[in-house]
T-cell receptor, first 117, second 113 residues
Framework: AQSVAQPEDQVNVAEGNPLTVKCTYSVSGNPYLFWYVQYPNRGLQFLLKYITGDNLVKGSYGFEAEFNKSQTSFHLKKPSALVSDSALYFCAVRDLFRDNQGGKLIFGQGTELSVKP | KAGVTQTPRYLIKTRGQQVTLSCSPISGHRSVSWYQQTPGQGLQFLFEYFSETQRNKGNFPGRFSGRQFSNSRSEMNVSTLELGDSALYLC????????????FGEGSWLTVV
């Protein structure tokens, strides 16, 4: 069965410092991996995804993620954190339906990112 | 381009009642899915629809049901509400191919009292 794990419930970073939010996955076959962000009382906003190709994926708001097949990881990174990046971050893997059509997202438990001035 | 639209945004219901939540997908998106978010269980998949057919269902009791209309709009219904059904219900839409991005709405906050 497909699964993702976010080993840290909370990550604290000082503004201007680099940030990393960790995600590891377990899938059969090729993974379809996603990162979403959720601000308080809001829905999920798409940040980036890995389907195939370059292992370094660039996304919205200056975020990027590195796909590492040997370590089964897909960590989210940003070179310089902003206070406004403080939010809940979710890693997800797509559990494929037949014929590569559709498929539900399986989410990690989320990581609360806190960026202090 | 309008995003995924969910109505109502907030609602309060009494135990035993039923509720219907509505979702309008992004224009051109024919795949719609629903998720429940709670502090204890996190984000859990409810169901997925494509071309008015449910093609995937999560592990929820039969009180949870949904449907999709010919214009791709979707509704989900929860009957005989329980306190534990209090949650944020998120609708998402995408084009059907698996590699496509899934976009979420702002959600419907359901409180059962």
């Amino acid at each position: 069965a497909q699964s993702v794990a976010q080993p840290e419930d909370q990550v604290n970073v000082a503004e201007g410092n680099p940030l990393t939010v960790k995600c590891t996955y377990s899938v059969s076959g090729n993974p379809y991996l996603f990162w979403y962000v959720q601000y308080p009382n809001r829905g999920l906003q798409f940040l980036l995804k890995y389907i195939t190709g370059d292992n370094l994926v660039k996304g919205s708001y200056g975020f990027e993620a590195e796909f590492n097949k040997s370590q089964t990881s897909f960590h989210l990174k940003k070179p310089s954190a902003l206070v406004s990046d403080s939010a809940l971050y979710f890693c997800a893997v797509r559990d494929l339906f037949r014929d590569n059509q559709g498929g539900k997202l399986i989410f990690g438990q989320g990581t609360e990112l806190s960026v202090k001035p | 381009k309008a995003g995924v639209t969910q109505t109502p945004r907030y609602l309060i219901k009494t135990r035993g009642q039923q509720v219907t939540l509505s979702c309008s997908p992004i224009s051109g998106h024919r795949s719609v899915s629903w998720y429940q978010q709670t502090p204890g269980q996190g984000l859990q998949f409810l169901f997925e629809y494509f071309s008015e057919t449910q093609r995937n269902k999560g592990n929820f009791p039969g009180r949870f049901s949904g449907r999709q209309f010919s214009n791709s709009r979707s509704e989900m219904n929860v009957s005989t509400l329980e306190l534990g059904d209090s949650a944020l219900y998120l609708c998402a839409s995408s084009r059907p191919e698996t590699g496509n991005t899934i976009y979420f709405g702002e959600g419907s906050w359901l409180t059962v009292v």
